[in-house]
């Protein structure tokens, strides 16, 4: 996603909208006062993003574009989708393989850009989307019309394991995270209440999984974070990862996302956390602002995926930043991009793809295999940072 544009004014949304949102924040409360006046934050971020009907992403909001909240790369240029569209398919072939899974597929612009890559290289490829948000999935299926025989859409996992690559791009920052604060020394849950005037964060005594997995941060970190310091952590990365594999016989993980390493995320510096809400191209850190109207994201820890892998039996092929291993790969087979560098609007977004000050550093590359082999991932190897 982009970073903030200067103004912070929210635009007032429209009644209908409102309507959904006061709908959801109902639900919300009821569920706050059944769990006696206290929400774990990542329970209050599955419902404002995924109730069913209500949440940001299973509603109907516009989300993508410039009528929308954000903008991800392949909406940005087909130039992201065509490098994937290589990686992704050299895994393929190493592990003759015809499948790929691509989860949390948005608008869809990214499938149709690797599935035009590969009908032009005469090469079938199928492919699988789980979307969890109903919403977003007739408009993929809109606009993936014209691949119909090829793409096929999943309720859940598969359960009879597949040889084949998962993907996905902006979704692992949308796994719903749990809130910390340090308090005199100890670990405090840090959650969501109701307030007078909507929702608002409440500070409990730690539940006792939270605070051991913050004990378990602070000893890979080698110190205890300092007293005030608040940040997250996303309870749910094993569980999903162990998943992802259990349903992978043989291929590849390729993650896209803006994120850090450990020792970054949790940086003395970084002593308010990663949470960022997108709404109407404002990026701001009010998770409370009209539930279900914006979306809530953290930045990812790709140590703790990278720490989540091992355990889920996955091998970690690679890890580098988005600039390298755009200009690594279209430095290696320009030929396979077709980049217009006469149009204006295309070097705008391949600077925006590609500098350091905009997606180039922020967003990451990850990629994980299982009983395959492949080429390197292309750009510098920056998996020694991930330690
Ligand atoms: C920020 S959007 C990114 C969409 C798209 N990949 C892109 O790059 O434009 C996040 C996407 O992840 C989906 N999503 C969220 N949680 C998911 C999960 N647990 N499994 C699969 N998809 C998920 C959302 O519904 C949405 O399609």
């Not at 050299?90 to 608008?107: I, N, P, R």
Request: charge should be negative; include cysteine; glycine fraction near 10%.
């Amino acid at each position: 996603m982009l970073p903030p544009p200067n103004s912070t004014a929210f635009p007032i949304p429209s009644d209908e909208a409102l309507q959904v949102s006061a709908e959801l924040s109902a639900l919300i409360r009821e569920e706050i006062i059944r769990a006696g006046g206290f929400l774990d934050f990542a329970r209050y971020m599955e419902l404002a993003l995924y109730a069913p009907g209500l949440g940001y992403y299973s509603a109907g909001s516009v989300k993508f574009g410039p009528a929308g909240d954000f903008v991800t790369a392949p909406e940005l240029s087909p130039t992201f989708g065509r490098a994937l569209a290589v990686t992704l398919g050299a895994d393929l072939a190493a592990s003759d393989a015809h499948v790929v899974l691509e989860l949390g597929a948005g608008s869809g612009a990214l499938a149709a850009q690797l599935l035009d890559a590969w009908a032009s290289q005469g090469r079938g490829v199928d492919y699988w989307i789980l979307e969890p948000s109903a919403d977003l999935r007739e408009r993929q299926q809109r606009m993936l019309a014209r691949f119909a025989p090829r793409v096929r859409w999943l309720d859940r996992l598969p359960t009879t394991p597949f040889k084949g690559a998962i993907v996905a791009n902006e979704v692992l920052d949308a796994l719903p995270v749990s809130c910390f604060a340090k308090v005199a020394g100890a670990t405090r849950a840090v959650g969501v209440a109701n307030g007078a005037a909507g929702f608002e964060w409440a500070v409990r005594g730690s539940a006792t999984e939270l605070a051991a997995a913050v004990a378990r941060l602070e000893r890979s970190l080698g110190a205890e974070l300092g007293d005030g310091y608040r940040s997250e952590l996303c309870p749910a990365l094993s569980g999903w990862l162990g998943a992802l594999s259990a349903t992978l016989e043989r291929g590849s993980l390729l993650f896209v996302d803006y994120g850090l390493t450990r020792g970054e995320y949790y940086h003395a510096q970084r002593s308010g956390g990663t949470l960022v809400c997108h709404y109407r191209h404002r990026a701001h850190a009010d998770p409370f602002l009209y539930p279900g109207l914006q979306d809530i994201t953290a930045w990812v820890d790709f140590s703790a995926v990278a720490d989540a892998a091992a355990t889920a039996n996955l091998t970690l092929a690679g890890f580098t930043t988005q600039a390298q291993y755009l200009v690594a790969l279209l430095a290696a087979t320009p030929g396979a991009f077709g980049i217009d560098a006469a149009s204006p609007r295309e070097q705008s977004a391949l600077k925006t793809l590609i500098l350091p000050g905009e997606m180039g550093e922020r967003f990451k590359v990850l990629l994980l295999r299982k009983g395959a082999a492949g080429p390197p991932l292309p750009g510098r190897d920056f998996r020694a940072r991930l330690a």
